[in-house]
């Protein structure tokens, strides 16, 4: 099993200080990868419904540093984490520029950019960037992802599609992975899946927590659907990497019925529930240590790797 985190992008301990203490750490730990989220602005008062609280509020605040550059940042003081978008959301940003970025990303950074890709669902986020219809999401998202991989792969390069066209451009140079940076999908929805299905290198949900449990029973039924669809799309399932990212790592919050919650209690519990998770197929899993502050935030991740990782092996 592989662990990733994620890196703070708001609040107090998003500074350069905060970032790069814990992407040092988790590095010297042996953790795989850090999570980067993204958002650019955030409304004064929204009705979109957020998919991860029982609420469907989201918690948020006014404040964000920008996905793209924070990896950039955390790129050049690290060697080998993996650096992951969780999930940049894809209609948010130009696709040829994009593309631009991710590739200059994975160059700099050694071939260490995972780009972790989501639809969106802050409509009012979608408003104030001018980004395509919010009801089109689905469909711009997956040329933008077509954009990616051809900007990646040749040159000169034409694309013409529904929301976006060029001819004849050059944008090298390439990523340094090859043949391209891998694309994990966000998402438990069947078009998410479809997308992994389509265009992924990877299938990356979010679990354990009240608004979206995702058990290991539950996890095996979307692995089967998810299976058959990639079968169907000519890909080798085999190749997919499964990301299950777990973003409450609090022994103290049950689950919405009042029993332990996935990943949760003593070491012995939490290693058990790891290896439940790989025994289906999980390959990576996400946890969150975030805290109010970095020392606390960087105590939780020390208490993970050396009181947990040891018991999984």
Not at 56 to 74: C, Q
């Amino acid at each position: 099993m592989r662990y990733g985190f994620y890196l703070p992008t708001r609040g107090p301990t998003a500074t350069r200080e905060g970032i790069l203490a814990l992407a040092r750490e988790g590095e010297r730990l042996g953790m795989h990868s850090a999570m980067i989220a993204d958002h650019v602005v955030f409304p004064v008062q929204s009705t979109s419904d957020y998919p991860y609280t029982l609420d469907r509020k989201h918690p948020g605040g006014g404040d964000a540093l920008e996905a793209l550059s924070i990896l950039g940042v955390v790129a050049g003081a690290t060697e080998r984490l993996r650096l992951v978008t969780s999930v940049l959301v894809l209609p948010y940003r130009n696709p040829v520029l994009t593309a631009k970025m991710v590739a200059t990303l994975d160059v700099l950074s050694g071939g260490r950019v995972t780009l972790g890709v989501g639809i969106g669902w802050l409509k009012e986020e979608f408003e104030a960037l001018d980004s395509p219809d919010f009801e089109q999401r689905g469909a711009v998202s997956d040329e933008w992802i077509a954009i990616f991989k051809q900007l990646w792969t040749r040159s000169p390069a034409s694309f013409k599609g529904a929301f976006y066209s060029y001819n004849d451009i050059r944008a090298e140079p390439f990523p340094l992975q090859k043949p391209h940076p891998p694309i994990w999908v966000g998402g438990h929805s069947r078009p998410a899946l479809r997308r992994t299905a389509k265009h992924g290198d990877g299938w990356h949900p979010v679990g354990a927590i009240a608004a979206s449990p995702l058990p290991p029973q539950e996890m095996r039924a979307h692995l089967a659907t998810l299976k058959q669809m990639t079968e169907a799309e000519g890909r080798d399932f085999s190749k997919l990497v499964i990301s299950y990212k777990a973003p409450l790592y609090d022994s103290a919050v049950p689950d919405r019925d009042g029993t332990r919650r996935s990943f949760s209690g003593t070491p012995d519990e939490i290693a058990s529930d790891i290896r439940s998770f790989a025994a289906i197929g999980v390959h990576e899993l996400i946890f969150d240590f975030r805290s109010e502050s970095v020392a606390q935030s960087i105590e939780r991740l020390r208490r993970f790797a050396g009181e947990v990782m040891p018991l999984v092996g």
